[in-house]
């Protein structure tokens, strides 16, 4: 193999390929990134997920393996608009302006091959909006539970229409879609999600979402990202959704909420993270009190009903921490059963906390 690329662009495709190389990989090939000159490609997986990036600038043939781990510290390290790599016998040759570096590989022909996805359903959705419903779920997971489906942000069916959610059995976090969709539920394991986000944030337009049997896949702008699913039925979360129509209302900035929340929940402990909300004429007061800490207490200004209730603080504060600070808070409150507040196309539910906080 022999191939001369432009160090910048190189330096950015490789950054993105080598973001899901395991840092302890079960065998050797998976701590590279498969450079395929012919094809113009990049190309790097851990077996769960894969990424695939279109070259544009590059000239030469052949195919290799790239380490990733030191091929990054060279990235750093190399000067010059220009960088010439060949691979002969087990060794990748890489020169600069001012060096040359050699290093061990592995035979191309044994990294991991893609089986062909089998599609149920292709989406056309804004890259814009794919990234909005990871970011307003993927805090809502729970990666630690025993119930795989809960550590992982999932794309489902309401009303014919796609929506993103997450839940781990105390709160929901939801966020719907104009996009037409009748598929089953379709869980993307959450440290997926999180990479998905980070690879397409900055890609305009439109991506291409396919959903088969068992991976999802996002393609556009000339990066292709799969992810295996996680096996099991998402729960059912509408009978966590509460009747809004027999809940006080109240609309509060975000911004102004998040900075009371955090506020309080300074004298909160992880045993006892519960954050007391109580209303009067014109004002919320949040309130938290642990013995061993102290007690902490915060008002804001209201304008509508709240009824007084008991939130985990962490919980409550990741959720508005979701929403932009400009933007007002839809908050349906009752003394028992669980709360929804509501921000634009997102819906968060919680369900409260007795006062000692279990």
Request: proline share 5%; hydrophobic share 40%.
């Amino acid at each position: 193999m022999k191939a001369t690329l432009r160090t910048a662009p190189l330096r950015q495709a490789f950054a993105l390929a080598a973001s899901i190389v395991p840092t302890r990989p079960a065998r050797p090939q998976l701590g590279c990134v498969l450079l395929d000159v012919d094809n113009h490609k990049m190309i790097a997986t851990d077996l769960e997920q894969r990424i695939e990036l279109t070259l544009g600038d590059i000239q030469g043939s052949g195919r290799a393996m790239i380490p990733a781990a030191k091929f990054r510290e060279l990235l750093n390290v190399i000067h010059g608009d220009e960088i010439k790599l060949s691979e002969s016998g087990g060794t990748l040759t890489v020169e600069s302006a001012r060096a040359k570096h050699r290093l061990s590989t592995q035979p191309p022909d044994e990294f991991p091959g893609a089986a062909e996805l089998r599609s149920l359903c292709d989406l056309q959705i804004p890259a814009a909006t794919l990234c909005a419903g990871i970011a307003a779920t993927s805090y809502a997971c729970d990666v630690g539970s025993a119930r795989w489906q809960l550590g992982a942000v999932a794309l489902i069916n309401i009303d014919d229409r796609l929506h993103f959610a997450a839940t781990n059995g105390h709160r929901v976090a939801m966020l719907g879609t104009s996009l037409p969709y009748s598929r089953d539920a379709a869980l993307i394991p959450v440290a997926m999600a999180k990479a998905m986000r980070k690879i397409f944030t900055d890609i305009p337009g439109d991506v291409k979402l396919s959903i088969g049997v068992n991976a999802v896949e996002v393609s556009g702008d000339g990066v292709t990202y799969r992810a295996q699913q996680v096996e099991g039925a998402f729960p059912n979360i509408a009978r966590s959704l509460p009747s809004i129509h027999d809940l006080d209302r109240a609309d509060i900035l975000a911004e102004s909420l998040l900075e009371a929340v955090r506020s309080v929940a300074v004298t909160t402990a992880d045993e006892s993270r519960g954050i007391e909300l109580f209303a009067s004429p014109g004002e919320l007061r949040l309130e938290s009190q642990t013995a061993e800490i102290g007690k902490s207490e915060a008002s804001i200004p209201l304008a509508g009903q709240f009824a007084n209730t008991t939130l985990d603080g962490r919980y409550f504060a990741e959720f508005l921490a979701s929403v932009q600070g400009g933007q007002a808070v839809e908050c349906y409150t009752q003394r028992e059963g669980a709360c929804e507040f509501r921000a634009g196309a997102i819906r968060y539910v919680q369900m409260p906390m007795a006062k000692d906080g279990q």
